[in-house]
T-cell receptor, first 117, second 118 residues
Framework: AQKITQTQPGMFVQEKEAVTLDCTYD???????LFWYKQPSSGEMIFLIY??????QNATEGRYSLNFQKARKSANLVISASQLGDSAMYFC??????????????FGAGTQVVVTP | GAVVSQHPSWVICKSGTSVKIECRSL??????MFWYRQFPKQSLMLMAT?????????EQGVEKDKFLINHASLTLSTLTVTSAHPEDSSFYIC??????????????FGEGSWLTVV
């Protein structure tokens, strides 16, 4: 069975500093995808970054980068130069099955990030 | 990018009544859509996979008679919460994948629907 673990329930980070959000996963599949989403208090799920299991390079999207360590089964999100607008809940998710058209996601528990001035 | 629209954003209903939530893919066809539920301060939990033209596949522990899913077209899936009770109050959110874009980040979420049962 697949599992996603986020061990940090909440974090405070100072504006302009970098923050790393931890995510580990467990799967027996060789082909899988890892996602990070941001969820502000409004509830919408904002896609941040994606890493495929066969991607050799770590994914980057602007201020977001994913530190993918396949052997350790970790996919940590790094947010550089934090901004006040980064305050939100952050979820790590994994595509769990080759069936279902690759659309089914399993989510971690989430990490609440609060950026302070 | 592709857009998934969910309606209504907020709904309050009386206990015992039914409420329908719509999930539409606006500029792509989605043969499969997914419905999640999220209680306050918790993660998203998959409820069911909605399959166009066939029955939905429900996750373990989700009552199929209570959460009716219909996927009558390639762009619309509906979730109906029947005989709603206060414990059904939650945030419901759908997602869909744009198959035309291949593997990768092609999963798009709706805006979500806040349901309050009074």
């Amino acid at each position: 069975a697949q599992k996603i673990t986020q061990t940090q329930p909440g974090m405070f980070v100072q504006e302009k500093e970098a923050v790393t959000l931890d995510c580990t996963y467990d799967t027996s599949d060789q082909s899988y995808g890892l996602f990070w989403y941001k969820q502000p208090s409004s509830g919408e799920m904002i896609f941040l970054i994606y890493q495929g299991s066969y991607d050799e390079q770590n994914a980057t999207e602007g201020r977001y980068s994913l530190n993918f360590q396949k052997a350790r089964k970790s996919a940590n999100l790094v947010i550089s130069a934090s901004q006040l607008g980064d305050s939100a809940m952050y979820f790590c998710a994994m595509r769990v099955s080759l069936t279902d058209s690759w659309g089914k996601l399993q989510f971690g528990a989430g990490t609440q990030v609060v950026v302070t001035p | 990018g592709a857009v998934v629209s969910q309606h209504p954003s907020w709904v309050i209903c009386k206990s015992g009544t039914s409420v329908k939530i719509e999930c539409r893919s606006l500029d792509f066809q989605a043969t499969t859509m997914f419905w999640y539920r999220q209680f306050p301060k918790q993660s998203l939990m998959l409820m069911a996979t909605s399959n166009e033209g066939s029955k939905a596949t429900y996750e373990q522990g989700v009552e199929k008679d209570k959460f009716l899913i219909n996927h009558a077209s390639l762009t619309l899936s509906t979730l109906t919460v029947t005989s709603a009770h206060p414990e059904d109050s939650s945030f419901y959110i759908c997602s869909a994948r744009d198959l035309a874009q291949g593997i990768g980040n092609t999963i798009y979420f709706g805006e979500g629907s806040w349901l309050t049962v009074v």
